[in-house]
């Protein structure tokens, strides 16, 4: 069975099996989502789910990133680190569509911690289940042509990645096939949130609650649970939740061909829904060419209309989003904001901001069409902004690739970039250095819990 | 404003009132918290509670208010207690089951009963808060139900509990914390985030967890909501392009609950619910009394239940994949399986606990009678709680043939179980782990719930 194979390679990877470009992308990964993680620990919703995990103690715990004054179970220190890291959508983006990382970081991080002194786990290790965890998501991704497009239905994360989370604690724990495989079908029972609560402040639990439920599956599985021994192979295991389901064996052990070698992540450069990158870079070229021909100033009272071609993804137009939740998950907002100050930042999405005259004003004027030859899909689409000013003049520019996007990644520097700036929101300077240190030379790490 | 069907549930969950409890839906409901307890009780004896109650007194362990069933003074913080009893109620398949299908009390008790226990002394729901705040859990699965055709059919996709229970659970929650309406909006939002568990885990071991899930869950939803945590207030409404609770449904056409005036009629007045009277899947129920019947006709017949003489047994049953299962090797196949609940309703003359251990599942003589088994689908036979029929033919080696067939088994809405019958389940049930006091104490208290003022007693 599908499922049975997909134990065994789960059981089966170890170290050697990863290559150098996986162990690359992976590390960027991590580092990357460590630090939208840990700027994410000051947002309101991570401040509640702190709270009410504090309903929770126990003797086994685990730290919540950047805040040593205590601690948590595992489960609840997963979830509020994956809550942390989806809070601000900041976190990385893969094709087909899911946030890989955010499921799989928090949870392992937090089973790691949870080991005795005498049983550590190794930066390798840590770097072997991760990497599982991502891998697992991207071949159940692969599954449902519907997944190649920007999701309607259930938010990704919520099915694939409480599949990945528990993939990559079952290799964490060592679980025998049997058990991985268990956990694999504990997973499923847990999966699936549906996409209307993106854009409110519950959709960062999607990732908290994928990385929670994934860890709790491998724990269930490990005291010995059992569930459905074709849980992939079902249409009504994991297939409930796409409309076509073709699930598929994985490739042998033999040189694995991990799907990161071949398809790396998109990083965003900030805090809003991939989609928004492509309207930001347009944005930024139109602004540029604006402000030259009109001595360095944006003339916002000559302007007469915006026009933005996007994709049709109703959950990402709003003509005029009220919340920052909302405002990430606006073309219109992005556009707007780009326009006003020439790029976007973390700052981009403070209240005050969001609610500045100007921007209401640009937004007012701004539309979008939906040209047929745009499709709605990550790996294909393309934005384009044209300003219209009151003397007939029109400025556009169209951006097929943004800068972030995996096929024009980050460079190291604006990566680490990122993170310093994020990571520095909660720790000081050496700490910030330390993690940089220990993330890059994560395979040779001994002891992983230094992280 | 126009008024959304989220909104509409969110305010319903808000404004009703004990006044609005009909004395049926209140008399219905007692019997099913009663039930629900047994089941649970007995339930705290099998393996997977074993697991779930392991795992989370490992994890976890302060703040430990509530109670797990059949473990006096082990305590466990009120959501794992709540997961916890609910793995219980439904390990063993023996938990009520209503009309659109979905087993909806162990969906919801465990999380009001745990609670209960969580408040503090000076805010302790009364007996009639608690039966209020479980009818609310109810009624908003029954409503929720009601928005697809899909859902009046026996599940394919997803199994009913994770998703109509989750947000019942979160409903009742909602209400006995007594949040305010936009609060309740919100823990429905945030319970869909946590609902939906594929049909795939059924007869496995794992199918417990939907149960403890949708009321550990819809519980935390409700928790989150009160500290704060905000959802998509149109999530019960059907939002083009973007899925809201609409996304467990191929056909989903929601309507809003009128807000409860004078008469607010509960679904449950309308629509009773099945108790079992053994621990299997509710389709079981009528292919064993239709078996029961067949077995004495055949007893007439031969004298005494001599298998020898059968040359093949007909079951004629609706199609449902996920318990049609010729030969089942553990008890959670078994308790899915239209064949083995047959074939032991022959061979024994009744079916019981017992019946789904392992040397029961495994003897030779009902291997045997499963060896001689036959399934056929007839068109008229739908895969519908309400409209199914079960049919057992013997046809014997002499070339006569023996039938017997139940449209409605003892323990459906139609034929409910009389009081006794419901007591004495609860007394077998609850006796593999309370002493006779303790059992009729639960008895009484459930029978005046109304007139309980500190319902953490319970």
């Not at chain 1, 994934?214 to 295991?237: R, W």
């Not at chain 1, 694995?256 to 829904?273: C, E, M, N, S, T």
């Not at chain 2, 899925?243 to 409860?260: C, H, M, N, V």
Request: charged share 20%.
């Amino acid at each position: 069975t599908i499922t049975g194979n997909f134990a065994n390679v789960i059981h089966g990877l170890n170290a050697n099996h990863l290559t150098d470009q996986v162990i690359q992308r992976s590390k960027r990964m991590i580092l990357d989502t460590l630090g939208v993680g840990l700027l994410g620990t000051s947002t309101e919703v991570c401040h509640k789910v702190t709270q009410y995990s504090k309903i929770y103690s126990s003797d086994i715990s685990s730290t919540i990133w950047g805040h040593l004054d205590f601690r948590l179970p595992p489960l609840y220190a997963a979830f509020v680190n994956g809550v942390a890291v989806h809070s601000m959508d900041f976190d990385d983006t893969w094709h087909p569509a899911t946030h890989p990382s955010g499921a799989v970081l928090p949870a392992v991080i937090a089973l790691s911690e949870a080991f005795p002194q005498k049983e550590k786990i190794s930066g390798l290790d840590l770097l072997l289940a991760f990497n599982v965890g991502i891998e697992v998501q991207g071949r159940l991704l692969r599954f449902s042509s519907e997944a190649r497009n920007i999701p309607k239905r259930f938010h990704p994360p919520t099915v694939v990645g409480t599949m990945g989370s528990a993939a990559a604690c079952a290799k964490l724990l060592g679980l025998d096939q049997l058990k991985c495989k268990n956990a694999l079908a504990i997973a499923a029972s847990y999966a699936g949130a549906p996409l209307a609560n993106a854009a409110t402040q519950t959709k960062p639990l999607h990732v908290g609650n994928a990385a929670k439920h994934g860890l709790e599956a491998a724990c269930l599985a490990s005291q010995g649970l059992q569930g459905s021994k074709q849980i992939l192979d079902m249409e009504s295991g994991i297939g409930a939740f796409y409309t076509d389901y073709n699930p598929q064996t994985l490739p042998t052990l033999q040189s694995y061909p991990w799907l990161l070698d071949q398809q790396d992540v998109a990083i965003k450069r900030f805090p809003a829904h991939l989609g928004t990158h492509w309207v930001a870079d347009a944005a930024s070229s139109v602004r540029q060419k604006l402000v030259e021909s009109h001595e360095n100033l944006l003339p916002l009272d000559k302007i007469e209309k915006v026009i933005l071609k996007v994709p049709e993804v109703k959950y990402v137009n709003r003509p005029s989003p009220t919340s920052e939740h909302e405002a990430r998950h606006s073309f219109q907002f992005v556009a707007c904001s780009t326009l006003l100050d020439g790029s976007m930042s973390v700052q981009s999405f403070a209240s005050e901001n969001i609610h500045r005259p100007a921007l209401q004003e640009l937004l007012r004027k701004t539309q979008l069409e939906h040209p047929a030859d745009n499709t709605p899909s990550f790996e294909s689409l393309y934005c384009e902004v044209s300003v219209t000013l009151r003397d007939g003049n029109t400025i556009s520019n169209r951006c097929e690739m943004f800068y972030g996007h995996w096929r024009k990644p980050l460079k190291k520097e604006d990566l680490e970039k990122k993170f310093q700036s994020n990571a520095s929101s909660v720790l000081p300077a050496e700490a910030t250095e330390g993690i940089l240190e220990t993330v890059y030379n994560l395979e040779k790490v001994e002891d992983c819990s230094v992280l | 404003p126009e008024e959304t069907v989220t909104s509409s549930f969110a305010s319903f969950i808000h404004a009703v009132r004990p006044e609005h409890l009909s004395k049926t839906v209140c008399h219905r409901s007692k019997r099913m918290i009663l039930d629900s307890i047994g089941v649970g009780l007995v339930g705290s004896t099998t393996h997977v509670f074993d697991i779930a109650l392991q795992y989370c007194r490992e994890l976890y362990s302060s703040v430990a208010v509530s109670s797990v069933y059949g473990k006096p003074g082990v305590k466990l913080s009120p959501t794992l207690a709540a997961f916890t009893n609910g793995v219980a109620t439904h390990s063993m398949d023996f938990d009520d089951t209503w009309h659109p299908a979905t087993h909806p009390s162990g969906a919801v008790l465990p999380a009001l009963l745990a609670a209960s226990q969580m408040l503090p002394p000076s805010a302790k729901p009364n007996g009639m808060d608690f039966l209020l705040a479980f009818n609310v859990g109810l009624e908003v699965q029954g409503r929720l139900m009601h928005f697809s055709t899909e859902a009046h059919n026996i599940p394919k996709r997803f199994h009913p509990p994770s998703v109509v229970g989750t947000l019942g659970s979160a409903a009742a929650t909602a209400k006995l914390l007594s949040l305010s309406t936009a609060q309740c909006a919100h823990a429905l939002g945030i319970a869909a985030s946590l609902a939906g568990a594929p049909m795939a885990n059924a007869a496995t071991q794992a199918k417990p967890l939907h149960i403890g899930n949708a009321t550990r869950l819809g519980f935390e939803a409700a928790l989150l909501a009160a500290r704060g945590m905000e959802a998509n207030p149109l999530i019960l409404d059907d939002i083009a392009g973007c899925s809201g609770f609409s996304a467990f449904y191929s056909i989903y056409q929601p309507k809003p609950l009128s807000t409860p005036s004078d008469h607010h009629e509960f679904l449950l007045e309308k629509q009773d619910i099945a108790f079992k009277r053994f621990p299997a899947h509710l389709g079981m129920h009528w292919v064993v009394d239709a078996a029961l019947s067949v077995r004495n006709l055949f007893i007439n017949y031969a004298g005494s239940f001599s298998p020898s003489l059968i040359r093949t047994i007909v079951l004629k049953i609706p199609v449902s994949k996920y318990i049609n299962r010729p030969f089942p090797s553990s008890e959670h196949q078994a308790r899915h399986s239209f064949q083995f609940n047959a074939c032991t309703a022959l061979l024994d003359g009744e079916v019981g606990l017992s019946s789904f251990t392992e040397s029961s599942i495994h003897r030779q003589e009902l291997r045997e009678l499963l060896d001689k088994v036959v399934v056929e689908h007839p068109e008229d036979n739908v895969a519908n709680f309400d409209k199914m029929y079960g049919e057992v033919a013997l046809l014997l080696h002499s070339g006569d043939v023996l039938t017997g067939k139940c449209d409605t088994f003892y323990g459906h809405w139609r034929k409910p179980l009389s009081k006794e019958s419901l007591l004495k389940k609860f007394r077998s049930n609850a006796s593999h782990v309370l002493p006779e006091e303790k059992i009729e104490t639960i008895i009484t208290m459930v029978d005046n719930l109304e007139n309980l003022s500190d319902s953490s007693q319970l």
